[in-house]
Every structure is written in C-alpha cells, then in structure tokens.
C-alpha cells in the first residue's frame, strides 16, 4: 500500500487546476473497454449508477437531480423517459453490467428515490448475484421501513444485498427544519433513522449522512459540529457535508432550483480552513486529516473526528458541473469517467440519457 499522501493546499485552493487523471486522480488511469463496435477509454475507478425510475418524494429546493439537466439547459422533465415494462429493464440491466465487466466498477444506486421504487428489491437482487463491487445506494430513507408483500420490509432485502455504504440525505438534525428544507412525503422520523442506523450496523453496513451546506441552516463549523453530535446520537459515525454543486452560467437554465442554489450556498472552504489551514497552523484539534480525492468535477477533503461515543469520518465535497464538460472538450478522445443507467435503460457517460450513450 503507497503511504498516505501529505496534505496539497494547492489542491484546496484550485481542484480544477490539480486534476491530472494520470498523475493525481484517485484512480490512476482509463481501461480500454470494447462496448459494441467501438472502443472507449474508461475511468479506472468508475462508478456505475442505476438511476432509479422512480419519481423522488422530496422537493428539495437545491436538488441535484434536477440540477444536472438545468446544467445542460434542460428541464428534468425534457429528459425524463422511462421503460415500462420490467422485463426489458432487467434484460437490459443485466447487458449493460456484461458491457461494463472489464472495469469492474463500484455501483451505487441512486434518483429519483430508490426506496419507494417497486424495481428496487429485483435491483439489489440483481447486484448482490452477481457480485457487483461496493455497492451502495443513495435515499432519502422513506422508504426504508415500508413493509414488502411476502413479509420483511425494504431495509431487509438491502441490506441482504450486502451494501457496503447507505447514503442518507438529511439537510438538518431537527427534523422540523429539515423537513421545511427537503419537504419529504412520509418523512422517515427520527427514532425510524436511529433504527436504520442499528440494524445496518449489526449488518455491517456502515451508514452516511449527507449534508447540504446551506446559508441560514448547516453553514459553518458550529453547525457541522451540532449536525455531528446528532448523528452520533442516532448511532452514525460517517457524516459527508456537501457545498451546493456550481454550474456554468452560460449553459444553465435558470429555474427556482438554480436561484435557491446561488442564494443558499454555504461555502465549505471556511470551514474547512478552520478544520485545517492552508497555511499549517495548528487545526482543530477534534479533527485529523486523513486525505483529499481529486476527481473530474468534484473534490473531497476526509477527516477522521473525536465524536462524542467515538471516531467518526467526516468528509467534505464541493463540485463543479461545468468541469464535466470543459473535460469532455479538452480531450481528443474523451474519456468516460462515469457510468450512468438511466431509466430508459440507455447507458450513457453523462446523467443525460441523450449525451454520451455507450449501449
Ligand atoms: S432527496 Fe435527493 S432527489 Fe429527492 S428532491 Fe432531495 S436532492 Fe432531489
């Protein structure tokens, strides 16, 4: 194993400029990968995503999902298709994951709201056999308890899929102001949460909780702190606070999403700054750095935490959509950097079913 990499305050201060996929990117590299008549460079340390079908039960005023398309000048609805019969969906789940072996890719499964989707148990089902590498999915956990017809309830068939990480969207610890922030349908309460988080621990599934950095709510070291102290208490102990994603002003289209955004973006650099300066004065002493990962359009800091029942991992991320296409233009041969199953069963490079297509 290569010794941990000391702490780069360039990387901090300009991600975009330290992003070298050969040199400093997490995964090193591209493998070349034949997907029908053509071959592709793709990402050495690649995530395949299944986007869930299903329609998120939340309206959270920064969503991401909806994010992505305004990006590229797109409503979520203008892209929206979904293949209806479970059949061919499954079929074709199955292909492209064939099409994807020589990579090997983590798979994460994401939104929409994977925990209200009727497919969800045939999607864990499908990954666990066949061996799908660090599976993870990302919930607004909702649905996490909803009894299945044949006994048992949604968290059984995941966890019996074998996840190796949970990721629990939650803007807030108080869950009046969160669900004033994220507006659930059938919210998931509190003492719900806490029983997610004991029975993926006696599964070995370790949980995360994700945090949006919003002004007014989450947006500095105090609140990180209080948010930390709550996730303890729930039995949590690895915690992600996410900057709102940038885009590229010259491409979005402007909706309440992007105004929301613009208006409410808490800056993570701040805190980070306060975790652990730039310029090597000493830190905050509750935090230890443990690494930073570079990758195409995002950056994340990892710090292990002294939490009030015992460590923690605390990550930070801040993203940028514009940095996927000024990758794409840069290269000659582009390189695929993610694999994205959308709904219509398309399997894209982008979030866009229409933009990058593979298979
Ligand atoms: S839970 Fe996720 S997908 Fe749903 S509205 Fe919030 S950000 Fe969007």
Redesign the pocket.
Known sequence: MSPPRPFEPGWRADPRGAFDLDRTATGAGTVPVRIGDRTHRVYRNANFSVYSAQT?????P?????LRPLSRGLELLDQRRVEPDDGRYFARLEAALDAVTPVDPSVSIT???PSIDPRLPGIVDLLARRGARKRTM???ASGLLRPLPGGGDVLDRVLAAGLEHLNI?RAHPDFAINQRI???DGPIPDAGLAEVARRCADAGVRVRLSCALLTGRIDDLDGCLRYLEQAAAWGVEDVIFRQLMRYDPATVQRNHITRYSDRHRASMRPILEAIHPSDGAPGHDRFTFVRQVLGYYYYVEVYRFAGPRGPMRVCFEGADLADVQRDAERRAQPVVHELVFHPDTTLSSTWQPWDGILL
């Open positions: 998120c039960n939340a309206r959270c920064f969503c991401v999902e909806e939104g929409g709201e990302t919930t607004n969207s994220m507006g659930v």
